[in-house]
């Protein structure tokens, strides 16, 4: 809005914005705020039923504007303490949060290092079951090799017992062999004996007997003489049908 500059009173009838002569009561007015003369142009604004001339217009909407304006400084000088109120308390509770970071992140580092003692401690068993499976196997290893070797000998002690076998079957072969000719030379030796005990039943020996062999049988002293009777003859072994005949 163009606000023309005021030009100085000429007469007592003129708008006091504009110069405008006020011959007729209809072409002026009275502003109802400030009581100056103004023409019909610069008093068209009204304010709370009141018509006013531009100026008053301006200075009131001035008013209501810094009015508005001081309002709404006051709201936000409130709404910046609050929020200074608050970010104190912000500020607060970030310094509650660090300290509670600090004292996780201690904790974190506590329990990193329990795990790593108990990472160490499992590697530790790890190990330790690593070598005694090893250990285990080595002596699995030997048992088998030990295996192998009893094996072996069990073999060769097997040979053993089969040539043994072999030498006690030509033993007993020829054991047999022996016991073969034992039992020839005893049952000869009992025919021999037998056919000398025939010769000593002297009841049944021929009469004719020479000296050597009444000694040798020992005849009874009362036969002795019956026996020899032929002994004159000397020693005729052919005569002699007992014993000499008999060896
Ligand atoms: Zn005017
Ligand atoms: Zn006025
Ligand atoms: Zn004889």
């Excluded at 007592?12 to 103004?38: D, H, P, R, T, W």
């Excluded at 910046?80 to 500020?91: P, Q, W």
């Amino acid at each position: 809005m163009s606000s023309p500059s005021p030009s100085p009173p000429k007469a007592i009838n003129q708008c006091y914005m504009c110069g405008l002569a006020l011959k007729k009561k209809a072409s002026g007015f009275a502003c109802e705020s400030c009581g100056k003369l103004v023409c019909d142009v610069h008093s068209k604004k009204k304010k709370e039923n009141k018509r006013i001339c531009d100026n008053c217009d301006i200075s009131s909407k001035c008013n209501e504007y810094r009015n508005s304006t001081s309002d709404r400084i006051k709201e936000m000088e409130d709404e910046l303490n609050g929020v200074k109120k608050h970010s104190r308390s912000f500020i607060h509770e970030i310094a509650e949060l660090d300290n509670k970071i600090i004292l996780m992140t201690k904790g974190l580092d506590k329990k990193k290092e329990e795990f790593k003692s108990k990472e160490d401690g499992i590697q530790e068993v790890i190990n330790e079951e690593k070598r005694s499976n090893e250990e285990r196997l080595r002596a699995i290893k030997n048992l088998d090799e030990a295996i192998d070797t009893m094996k072996e000998s069990e073999k060769d002690i097997e040979n053993k017992y089969s040539k043994l076998d072999k030498e006690a079957d030509e033993i007993q072969e020829k054991l047999k062999k022996v016991l073969e000719e034992i039992e020839f030379l005893e049952n000869s030796l009992n025919k021999k004996k037998s056919d000398a005990e025939k010769c000593l039943r002297w009841d049944s020996v021929e009469k004719l007997i020479c000296k050597k062999c009444t000694e040798i049988f020992e005849a009874p002293p009362d036969r002795r003489s019956v026996l020899m009777r032929d002994d004159k003859a000397g020693p005729a072994i052919s005569g002699c049908k007992t014993i000499c005949v008999s060896f």
